[in-house]
T-cell receptor, first 112, second 112 residues
Framework: GEDVEQSLFLSVREGDSSVINCTYTDSSSTYLYWYKQEPGAGLQLLTYIFSNMDMKQDQRLTVLLNKKDKHLSLRIADTQTGDSAIYFCAEIPSGNTGKLIFGQGTTLQVKP | KAGVTQTPRYLIKTRGQQVTLSCSPISGHRSVSWYQQTPGQGLQFLFEYFSETQRNKGNFPGRFSGRQFSNSRSEMNVSTLELGDSALYLC???????????FGQGTRLTVV
């Protein structure tokens, strides 16, 4: 079935690295996404990775993709208090048009 | 370039009423999709439109409907509102199908 799993909560100290993990079900997914949601706001697209890539780096963000294990991770270097938010990973399963399947979201708490 | 615009931002309706939400996608984007976000169910896909055609639909009752206009703007309608329809409704636009999806700020619907 269609299912994306994430851990629910992560707490880190300011300046540390954060790693948010996600497992997905459809090995045929073409794109995998990371979104950020702050309180009262919509979803902000942080980054996405093509399924034929293993890694993508964008400033403080590093995405790692392990297709064999269907595992996706988002690493945030030098985490800041402004990074406190809920982070969602998402996939578009094969055969679907425009339908993102989201995980439950990981709440990242950054302590000063 | 302007982002995805959703109106209104907040709405309070009474059970049994109907409501129409609007979404203006990013200029040039032709795919618009809608999602419902609730604390209990998370983010769930409602439907996706491309060039005025609904191409994918989530598992929601027929009270939820939508349409897309020739300028790619989209509306969704919920009839006979129930308390459980209270949610954040999010719209996303994509340049073409199954690529990066950009979300609006959402419409917060409260049914009393």
């Amino acid at each position: 079935g269609e299912d994306v799993e994430q851990s629910l909560f992560l707490s880190v100290r300011e300046g540390d690295s954060s790693v948010i993990n996600c497992t997905y079900t459809d090995s045929s997914s073409t794109y995998l996404y990371w979104y950020k949601q702050e309180p009262g706001a919509g979803l902000q697209l942080l980054t996405y990775i093509f399924s034929n890539m293993d890694m993508k780096q964008d400033q403080r963000l590093t995405v790692l993709l392990n297709k064999k294990d269907k595992h996706l991770s988002l690493r945030i270097a030098d985490t800041q208090t402004g990074d406190s938010a809920i982070y969602f990973c998402a996939e578009i399963p094969s055969g679907n048009t425009g339908k993102l399947i989201f995980g439950q979201g990981t709440t990242l708490q950054v302590k000063p | 370039k302007a982002g995805v615009t959703q109106t209104p931002r907040y709405l309070i309706k009474t059970r049994g009423q109907q409501v129409t939400l609007s979404c203006s996608p990013i200029s040039g984007h032709r795919s618009v999709s809608w999602y419902q976000q609730t604390p209990g169910q998370g983010l769930q896909f409602l439907f996706e439109y491309f060039s005025e055609t609904q191409r994918n639909k989530g598992n929601f009752p027929g009270r939820f409907s939508g349409r897309q206009f020739s300028n790619s703007r989209s509306e969704m309608n919920v009839s006979t509102l129930e308390l459980g329809d209270s949610a954040l409704y999010l719209c996303a636009s994509s340049p073409i199908v199954n690529t990066e999806a950009f979300f609006g700020q959402g419409t917060r619907l409260t049914v009393v």
